[in-house]
């Protein structure tokens, strides 16, 4: 291993970008917070390719130990940062998508009075993420990871006077906490039985342990609860709620956070602990089964949504499932591969939404968008180009890499036909409600209920120009400032895919995934036995779900806008329980909210906090306050009163001293 | 044999002048019994063989404190003691501890009563002489002392029997016994 | 030959009274008078004491005692005088503006 002494500057350079708007922000020029802001994370995103162009396979590992931390006995952990090929990928991913967003939010949240702290939280939210891909040890990788959920909290109640918003990011808070308790046991088993926590030391504890074939051990109850972590945080079922209602944070959020690169978070830490789960194959089966499952039901939700954000939102969930279905059955690779597009084409999904919104004036509600294409060329262009990549179609980015996800799943040793069959369906769904979307945003008649301000003579005063901030006008493309960034993640999300052609992206992170390079050799070779025509015909097969999707979508949307309301009535309850989305939230709320809450005020507030302890505060201060009024009798001013207490004391110290004497 | 009975027909004497403090009402009463009681001590100190301690007894005890007493309830004019109300604590708690606390030692004396040596009668051995040695040889330093403390005590009395008139005016800001007494006769004192 | 124990409970007996006067009479200057008593009492057993082990120095404790019983009865007498000119009076139940 190599060191590095530029590593630790990638987190910090965010950092102190944080806290200078932090602290001073309030009373700068926007100008001056802008400049703070996109100067240091741009420096982090130079520093990241500098890194990037001198990385050499031959002499990674990269790290760097910045200061020491705990030292107990034999157990020790630093603040060390850790580059391998994975933490590169992931690192660029961060800071690149990051940047961009930065700029977008230049645009987006200008003519808001908190622009100082928004710009401060999401500085502080990269220095947590990049501390979080970085780290060379599960705890450092652990406070990165609780600094992203408290990012995330920040930055989802931004407009936290709005009582939705701030339910929200409680709502995320407290679910992604549950998730961490499963983290944290893992930790605390890990330091129960290696001793440590550096991903070095544990891993090669771990390739001494044999493979957990015959039922549940160590490894699986680490993978399991690794699983439980990654759930909460990358919105798996069953804790994927707060994803959903985190919407209510404005757009370049959705896009930085909840699409790009804090979700993500969970696959990456599964695919770091790669060697524990290879070991562990019932954990693996886990994974899988939790992320197609998730990617299915997501997706099925996803149909039925008229927000366009709530759309996106469920679109993440069940993309996540195809990322950890990948992991599932080994491909972490793939897994990975299909990561770095996401966040290209899913944050290019959000912040094009975003320009959307702002260009209508803020309404969310696609049905009362359309048309949109002949007012917003740009934005139509990209958001185009995003569709298409999710769909799956070649030769855009997703398509490589769904594409693997889906022929690993089938061929993979741990993989199965099943989990392929369900990918395939996923996405024809993708497919269909990505394409819902574009119809009802950008084609049609505008059915958006300002489109005919501009001929209201009450309007006359209005200003002429159309700057941003204001509900009336026409629908309006959005400035450059925020066009950019979509531009830029529009071509990666062409050439992204590119880089995966003949497995170069699967070499390139080979050395990471060794431990499971057996079981990839194993699977090639049978790869290679079951034929390349296996491979073709299944990437047919999804290319033509993609296809099939846009049909229907076309269908519905386009040719027969009538005849979704009368599918949608005929289905009846089954549409209901959809469009509420199976009435989870309800459910949750039934089971563990309310008596959580109940509980909570009976027992502990009621009962504990002010039954006990307030009672036992006022009850002593009550108590020295009789005491002080009983005692203070005593002081009569009265001299032969005291001479009384003087001669009782004098009676108890002589009793005293002739007991002593008598013993 | 002698010995015992100037011991007890002095200690007798003693003995009454004490209960006969407690007992009289008028304070020059009291204070002509405490003499009385100095002077049998002085008896009994001479018994013990102390003749400069006796002398001094009724030198200072009886000639001057007990005078300086006489003249402040003359000067003061101190009638009968009126009944007032008492401390409650002094009756209730002070006089049973004060019993306790004498049975106790009386006991413990009782039990000690084979163990003590006699005292002989009339060995007059503190002569003046062995004491002066004492005194301004081994006890010098607290001798000096208590001169200084005397000394404290002359300009501490002086400074607050003195009528206030006597001390510069402008440091006394009071009110003057005249109004004090008016204050205190309407009670409004508080 | 009296014994010791004689003396004591001679000291004892006056120093009981002395603090009865204490703790019974009301005027100011009697109580001070029992304080003297009671140290009579002391005064006694010291040079009984000093008697038994023949020590002179009980009796030059003696000594001392009546020097500061000298010092404090003139001290304690000029305070008397001052309370009394502004309270007018000598009932120590009547001087109690320190109560709480």
């Given at each position: 291993?190599?060191?590095?002494?530029?590593?630790?500057?990638?987190?910090?350079?965010?950092?102190?970008?944080?806290?200078?708007?932090?602290?001073?922000?309030?009373?700068?020029?926007?100008?001056?917070?802008?400049?703070?802001?996109?100067?240091?994370?741009?420096?982090?995103?130079?520093?990241?390719?500098?890194?990037?162009?001198?990385?050499?396979?031959?002499?990674?590992?990269?790290?760097?130990?910045?200061?020491?931390?705990?030292?107990?006995?034999?157990?020790?952990?630093?603040?060390?940062?850790?580059?391998?090929?994975?933490?590169?990928?992931?690192?660029?991913?961060?800071?690149?998508?990051?940047?961009?967003?930065?700029?977008?939010?230049?645009?987006?949240?200008?003519?808001?009075?908190?622009?100082?702290?928004?710009?401060?939280?999401?500085?502080?939210?990269?220095?947590?993420?990049?501390?979080?891909?970085?780290?060379?040890?599960?705890?450092?990788?652990?406070?990165?990871?609780?600094?992203?959920?408290?990012?995330?909290?920040?930055?989802?109640?931004?407009?936290?006077?709005?009582?939705?918003?701030?339910?929200?990011?409680?709502?995320?808070?407290?679910?992604?906490?549950?998730?961490?308790?499963?983290?944290?046991?893992?930790?605390?088993?890990?330091?129960?039985?290696?001793?440590?926590?550096?991903?070095?030391?544990?891993?090669?504890?771990?390739?001494?342990?044999?493979?957990?074939?015959?039922?549940?051990?160590?490894?699986?109850?680490?993978?399991?609860?690794?699983?439980?972590?990654?759930?909460?945080?990358?919105a798996q079922i069953p804790l994927y709620v707060w994803l959903p209602d985190a919407m209510e944070g404005p757009t370049p959020v959705s896009a930085l956070i909840h699409a790009a690169t804090m979700v993500t978070a969970g696959v990456y830490m599964v695919a770091r602990s790669s060697a524990i789960f290879d070991r562990?194959?019932?954990?693996?089966?886990?994974?899988?089964?939790?992320?197609?499952?998730?990617?299915?039901?997501?997706?099925?939700?996803?149909?039925?949504?008229?927000?366009?954000?709530?759309?996106?939102?469920?679109?993440?969930?069940?993309?996540?499932?195809?990322?950890?279905?990948?992991?599932?059955?080994?491909?972490?690779?793939?897994?990975?591969?299909?990561?770095?597009?996401?966040?290209?084409?899913?944050?290019?999904?959000?912040?094009?939404?975003?320009?959307?919104?702002?260009?209508?004036?803020?309404?969310?509600?696609?049905?009362?968008?359309?048309?949109?294409?002949?007012?917003?060329?740009?934005?139509?262009?990209?958001?185009?180009?995003?569709?298409?990549?999710?769909?799956?179609?070649?030769?855009?980015?997703a398509f490589f890499s769904k594409d693997e996800i889906l022929w690993k799943a089938?061929?993979?040793?741990?993989?199965?036909?099943?989990?392929?069959?369900?990918?395939?369906?996923?996405?024809?769904?993708?497919?269909?409600?990505?394409?819902?979307?574009?119809f009802l945003t950008f084609f049609g008649d505008y059915r958006g209920a300002i489109a005919h301000d501009s001929h209201d003579p009450s309007r006359a005063g209005a200003p002429a120009t159309h700057g941003h901030g204001h509900s009336h006008g026409d629908p309006h493309e959005s400035p450059w400032v925020m066009l950019g960034p979509l531009v830029i993640l529009a071509i990666l999300s062409v050439v992204g895919g590119w880089i995966g052609i003949g497995g170069?992206?699967?070499?390139?992170?080979?050395?990471?995934?060794?431990?499971?390079?057996?079981?990839?050799?194993?699977?090639?070779?049978?790869?290679?036995?079951?034929?390349?025509?296996?491979?073709?015909?299944?990437?047919?097969?999804?290319?033509?779900?993609?296809?099939?999707?846009?049909?229907?979508?076309?269908?519905?949307?386009?040719?027969?806008?009538?005849?979704?309301?009368?599918?949608?009535?005929?289905?009846?309850?089954?549409?209901?329980?959809?469009?509420?989305?199976?009435?989870?939230?309800?459910?949750?709320?039934?089971?563990?909210?309310?008596?959580?809450?109940?509980?909570?005020?009976?027992?502990?507030?009621?009962?504990?906090?002010?039954?006990?302890?307030?009672?036992?505060?006022?009850?002593?201060?009550?108590?020295?306050?009789?005491?002080?009024?009983?005692?203070?009798?005593?002081?009569?001013?009265?001299?032969?009163?005291?001479?009384?207490?003087?001669?009782?004391?004098?009676?108890?110290?002589?009793?005293?001293?002739?007991?002593?004497?008598?013993? | 044999m002698l010995h015992l009975i100037l011991f007890l027909f002095f200690g007798a004497i003693c003995v009454a002048g004490a209960v006969n403090l407690l007992v009289q009402s008028h304070p020059i009463n009291s204070a002509l019994s405490l003499i009385v009681v100095m002077a049998s001590l002085a008896a009994e100190y001479l018994l013990l063989g102390a003749e400069f301690v006796a002398a001094v007894q009724v030198i200072v005890y009886a000639g001057a404190i007990m005078v300086l007493f006489l003249i402040t309830i003359m000067l003061l004019n101190a009638g009968k003691e009126e009944r007032t109300q008492g401390s409650r604590v002094a009756t209730l708690i002070g006089v049973p501890g004060l019993t306790i606390g004498a049975v106790l030692v009386a006991w413990t004396l009782v039990g000690r009563l084979s163990t003590t040596r006699s005292v002989s009668i009339g060995a007059l051995w503190g002569a003046p002489k062995d004491i002066a040695r004492l005194l301004f040889r081994d006890f010098l330093l607290p001798f000096e002392v208590t001169s200084v403390l005397i000394l404290i005590a002359i300009m501490g009395a002086v400074v607050l029997a003195s009528r206030p008139e006597a001390i510069a005016r402008r440091q006394y800001s009071g009110p003057r016994p005249q109004e004090t007494r008016e204050l205190v006769a309407t009670g409004k004192d508080h | 030959m009296v014994p010791l124990s004689y003396y004591l409970v001679l000291s004892g007996i006056l120093f009981v009274c002395g603090v009865l006067g204490f703790l019974i009479k009301r005027n100011i200057i009697t109580i001070f008078m029992s304080i003297e008593l009671m140290l009579n009492g002391v005064n006694l057993s010291f040079v009984a004491f000093a008697a038994q082990w023949h020590a002179l120095s009980g009796q030059v404790f003696v000594f001392f005692v009546m020097v500061v019983a000298a010092a404090e009865a003139a001290v304690g007498l000029a305070i008397i005088i001052a309370v009394y000119r502004t309270r007018e009076t000598l009932n120590v139940d009547q001087v109690n503006l320190l109560k709480l």
């Open positions: 291993m190599t060191p590095n002494p530029y590593l630790w500057l990638v987190p910090i350079l965010p950092l102190a970008g944080a806290a200078i708007n932090g602290f001073f922000g309030r009373r700068s020029s926007k100008n001056a917070i802008t400049a703070i802001a996109l100067g240091f994370c741009g420096l982090a995103f130079f520093l990241a390719v500098v890194i990037a162009v001198r990385f050499s396979p031959a002499s990674a590992p990269y790290y760097f130990n910045l200061a020491h931390w705990i030292r107990s006995g034999s157990f020790q952990v630093d603040f060390s940062f850790y580059l391998d090929q994975l933490s590169l990928v992931m690192l660029l991913v961060v800071t690149g998508v990051g940047f961009l967003i930065h700029i977008y939010s230049v645009g987006y949240m200008w003519d808001d009075d908190g622009y100082y702290r928004f710009m401060a939280y999401l500085n502080l939210f990269m220095f947590f993420m990049l501390t979080l891909v970085l780290a060379k040890n599960y705890l450092v990788m652990f406070i990165g990871w609780e600094g992203v959920g408290l990012a995330s909290y920040l930055l989802i109640g931004f407009w936290f006077i709005k009582d939705s918003a701030a339910a929200a990011g409680k709502k995320a808070f407290i679910v992604n906490r549950i998730g961490d308790f499963g983290f944290l046991i893992a930790l605390f088993l890990m330091i129960k039985h290696f001793g440590t926590l550096d991903f070095t030391h544990v891993f090669a504890a771990v390739q001494t342990l044999p493979t957990e074939t015959a039922g549940a051990g160590l490894l699986t109850a680490i993978g399991l609860l690794l699983m439980v972590g990654a759930a909460g945080k990358s562990a194959p019932m954990a693996m089966m886990v994974v899988a089964i939790v992320g197609t499952l998730t990617a299915l039901f997501a997706a099925t939700i996803g149909i039925a949504q008229t927000d366009i954000k709530k759309v996106l939102a469920y679109s993440t969930v069940s993309q996540l499932g195809y990322m950890f279905m990948a992991c599932g059955v080994g491909a972490f690779s793939a897994g990975i591969f299909h990561l770095m597009t996401h966040a290209f084409f899913k944050g290019l999904l959000f912040l094009a939404a975003g320009s959307v919104i702002h260009g209508i004036g803020g309404e969310q509600d696609m049905r009362k968008m359309g048309g949109l294409r002949v007012y917003m060329p740009v934005t139509f262009l990209t958001m185009s180009i995003a569709t298409f990549t999710i769909a799956g179609f070649p030769p855009l980015a089938y061929s993979s040793p741990n993989g199965s036909w099943v989990y392929w069959l369900i990918g395939v369906i996923t996405a024809f769904i993708t497919s269909f409600y990505m394409f819902r979307l574009w170069r992206f699967e070499h390139f992170l080979a050395p990471v995934f060794q431990s499971g390079a057996a079981a990839e050799l194993a699977h090639e070779t049978a790869g290679e036995a079951a034929g390349k025509g296996t491979e073709t015909l299944l990437m047919l097969i999804s290319v033509t779900a993609a296809v099939l999707g846009l049909l229907l979508a076309w269908t519905l949307y386009l040719r027969r806008p009538q005849l979704p309301a009368r599918i949608a009535a005929s289905l009846g309850t089954l549409y209901e329980a959809v469009s509420h989305k199976y009435y989870i939230d309800e459910l949750y709320a039934v089971l563990f909210v309310k008596p959580l809450i109940d509980g909570s005020t009976t027992i502990l507030w009621h009962g504990v906090d002010q039954g006990v302890i307030d009672a036992a505060v006022n009850d002593s201060a009550d108590a020295a306050r009789h005491v002080s009024d009983n005692v203070r009798h005593m002081q009569s001013g009265n001299l032969r009163s005291y001479a009384g207490w003087v001669a009782a004391g004098g009676a108890v110290v002589i009793a005293y001293m002739v007991w002593m004497g008598v013993r | - | -």
